[in-house]
C-alpha cells in the first residue's frame, strides 16, 4: 500500500477548483446587525490537509478567527437580549410568515455560496468532496423543509378547538434567547438544523460556530447580517469556557441548543443559574452497536457495517461503534468485513473514490492507537493488514477483534476510523451490553428471523431512540424523529420537532358565550391581533 504520509498533496497537486485564497484571515464577527472587526489574538485554522515540500509534509495553517473574548460574547448577548426585548421585540412579534420572508432571502443568498463553503469544508474538517456537497445541499433542503414544517405548523394551529364550553385557539410562541452550538464533523447542518427552527419560531439568537469547521460561516456572514434585523442572529468566536461560559453565568440563556459531549453539555448547563428557566436541546455522545445475528444476510451486513463504521472516518454521532457478531459467523463475517475495508481508498478529500481521509483533530491518531493497544494489551488483534497505520492526521481504519468488556474500545466513544468487534454466544449478553451502556442513542439490528427480532426490539424498545434493523445506524431522513436516552441527548430534533423544542405553546380561551363568539369573531375580521388570528398566508 502507499505510504499514508505520500498521499499528502505538492501544491501543484492541489487542483485549482479546490484551492483556497493564499490565508483567509478572518477578524469580523457579527453582533447587533453590524459586522465588527476584532483586532485582538487570532486563533490559526490548520487544516488536517498536509501539504508536501522539499521538507516532506508540512501543516498548512489556512485562515485564522477571531479569539474574542468574554467581553465580546457578552456584548453579542446583550444584543440578542435587546433584539428579544422579552417578547416585544421585531422580531418575536414578527408574523410567520414574514419571518419565513427574512430566511428564504438568507436562503437564496446561502446557495449563492455553495463553492466556497464545500471547498472549507475538504479543507477545515477533511471531508470528502462528495459528502460536503451533501451536507451543503442537505443543510438547505433542511431549512426548506423547515419552513414547510412551520407553514403546516401555522395553519393547523390557526383552528379553534372547543372542549367543556371553553374555546381556544393554541399557538407557538418563542422562548427568548437561543445559544446554539453544532459539532465539528457536521459544523454546517447540524448548527443550522437548531439554528433556523430558532429563528423561524421567533427566537433571537447567538451562533457559536464548531471548534473546526469554522472558517466556513465566514462567506455567510453577510448574508446573515443583510437578512435579519439586528440582533436577531449574533455570531461570536474564540474559545468555549471563555466565551460561552460567560453566557451562561449571565443567566440571560433560554434555550441551549449544543451538539458534543455529554461531559462539556453538563458543565455548561450547571452555570446557568437559574437552570428550571433554561430548556436544552444537546445531542451528545454515542456507542451504537450493530447485532449481527447468525442468520443475517452477510452482504448486506458487512455492506452496512462498512459505511455504518467508517463513513467519514467513523466521525459521525451515528457511526456504528461497536460490532458485535454471533461466535458462528465471526469467520466469514470478518473475512468480508476486512475484504470490504481494505478496497477503501485514502486519500485527499477532493480525490474521486476516496473514503478515508485526514482527521481534523490534533492528537487524534495517537488517541486511536491508545485505544488500539490497551485492547492488544488485553489480548485483542488488528485484524486488517493496513490496520494500526498512520501518518500525521491520518489513521488507517482499524479492525480490531476479539473485542472485551474490559477493554477501553468495549464503552469508549472512539469517534475515528477504529471498528472493535465483539463476539456473543447468546443474545442475553447482547441485551445486558445496550442495558448497561451509559448511552441510548441507535443500534442496529441485522437478521431474518422475525421472531428473534421482534423480542430483540422489544428488549431494546426502551434502550434506545431508534432501532435499525438490517442497516445501519443514522439519523435521516431529517423529517424522522432524531434523539437518544442516558448520556446520549437531551430532547428531540427532527424538522418538525425542532420547531416544537424552540416554542411554546401558548393559547387565548375563552368561555363559548354569544358574548366572547362575537368578540372573537370582531378581533378575527378587524385583524385587530397579530397573534389571535385566522389569517395564514400560505
Ligand atoms: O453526527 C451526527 C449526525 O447527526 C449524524 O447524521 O446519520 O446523517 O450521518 P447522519
Not at 495553517?61 to 440578542?80: F, K, M, W, Y
Not at 457559536?208 to 443583510?226: C, E, H, M, S, Y
Request: hydrophobic fraction near 40%; proline fraction near 7%.
Amino acid at each position: 500500500m502507499t505510504s499514508l504520509d505520500e498521499l499528502f498533496p505538492s501544491d501543484a497537486q492541489i487542483p485549482e477548483a479546490v484551492r483556497l485564497p493564499a490565508y483567509l484571515e478572518q477578524r469580523e464577527y457579527l453582533v447587533d446587525g453590524e459586522l465588527r472587526r476584532w483586532e485582538g489574538e487570532l486563533n490559526p485554522v490548520q487544516s488536517p490537509v498536509y501539504v508536501r515540500t522539499e521538507q516532506g509534509p508540512q501543516p498548512r495553517v489556512i485562515g485564522a478567527t477571531p479569539l474574542l473574548t468574554s467581553r465580546e460574547s457578552l456584548a453579542a448577548l446583550d444584543a440578542a437580549v435587546k433584539a428579544y426585548d422579552l417578547g416585544r421585540g421585531v422580531w418575536p412579534t414578527l408574523r410567520v410568515a414574514q419571518r419565513i420572508e427574512h430566511v428564504e432571502r438568507f436562503l437564496a443568498a446561502m446557495r449563492q455560496q455553495r463553492t466556497p463553503v464545500v471547498n472549507l469544508l475538504m479543507w477545515e474538517i477533511g471531508k470528502t468532496q462528495g459528502d460536503s456537497e451533501k451536507e451543503f445541499d442537505r443543510t438547505v433542503d433542511l431549512i426548506v423543509e423547515t419552513i414547510r414544517a412551520l407553514k403546516e405548523l401555522d395553519r393547523t394551529s390557526s383552528r379553534f378547538v372547543q372542549e367543556q364550553g371553553i374555546m381556544a385557539q393554541i399557538r407557538r410562541a418563542p422562548m427568548g434567547v437561543a445559544l446554539c452550538m453544532g459539532p465539528y464533523n457536521y459544523p454546517l447542518n447540524e448548527t443550522f438544523s437548531t439554528l433556523f427552527p430558532a429563528l423561524l419560531m421567533g427566537n433571537t439568537v447567538v451562533f457559536k460556530p464548531a471548534k473546526f469547521g469554522v472558517l466556513l460561516i465566514q462567506p455567510l456572514l453577510t448574508a446573515f447580517r443583510d437578512c435579519f434585523p439586528p440582533g436577531v442572529i449574533n455570531i461570536i468566536y474564540g474559545k468555549g469556557r471563555e466565551t460561552v461560559g460567560a453566557l451562561m453565568e449571565s443567566g440571560k440563556v433560554d434555550v441551549f441548543a449544543f451538539i458534543g459531549t455529554n461531559k462539556g453539555a453538563s458543565e455548561l448547563k450547571r452555570m446557568h443559574p437559574r437552570p428550571h428557566r433554561l430548556k436544552a436541546v444537546l445531542g451528545l455522545d454515542a456507542k451504537n452497536p450493530a447485532i449481527i445475528l447468525e442468520d443475517a444476510d452477510l452482504d448486506n451486513a458487512v455492506k452496512e457495517c462498512v459505511t455504518g463504521t467508517l463513513s467519514f472516518n467513523g466521525q459521525r454521532c451515528t457511526a456504528l461503534k461497536l460490532l458485535m457478531v454471533h461466535r458462528s459467523i465471526v469467520g466469514p463475517f470478518l473475512e468480508r468485513f476486512t475484504a470490504a475495508v481494505e478496497k477503501l481508498k485514502p486519500g485527499m478529500p477532493w480525490e474521486p473514490g476516496v473514503s478515508i481521509t485526514p482527521l481534523p483533530e490534533p492528537g487524534k491518531a495517537t488517541y486511536l492507537q491508545g485505544l488500539v493497544d490497551d485492547a492488544v494489551a488485553k489480548g485483542a488483534r488488528i485484524v486488517n493488514a493496513r490496520g494500526g497505520q498512520s501518518a500525521r492526521s491520518f489513521y488507517a481504519p482499524t479492525i480490531v477483534y476479539p473485542v472485551t468488556g474490559d477493554m477501553r474500545l468495549a464503552t469508549e466513544e472512539q469517534f475515528g476510523p477504529v471498528v472493535p468487534v465483539m463476539v456473543f454466544d447468546d443474545e442475553d449478553e447482547v441485551v445486558k451490553l445496550v442495558v448497561n451502556s451509559s448511552f441510548g442513542q441507535q443500534l442496529s439490528l441485522f437478521g431474518r428471523d422475525s421472531a428473534r427480532i421482534g423480542r430483540l426490539i422489544d428488549a431494546f424498545s426502551n434502550q434506545v431512540g431508534r432501532i435499525n434493523i438490517n442497516c445501519q445506524c443514522q439519523r435521516g431522513p431529517d423529517t424522522f424523529p432524531f434523539n437518544g436516552r442516558k448520556d446520549s441527548a437531551e430532547g428531540t430534533l427532527s424538522v418538525a420537532d425542532a420547531l416544537r423544542v424552540f416554542s411554546i405553546r401558548t393559547l387565548v380561551a375563552a368561555k363559548t358565550t354569544p358574548d366572547n363568539t362575537a368578540l372573537v369573531q370582531s378581533i378575527l375580521t378587524r385583524h385587530e391581533s397579530s397573534f389571535l388570528t385566522t389569517d395564514f398566508l400560505f
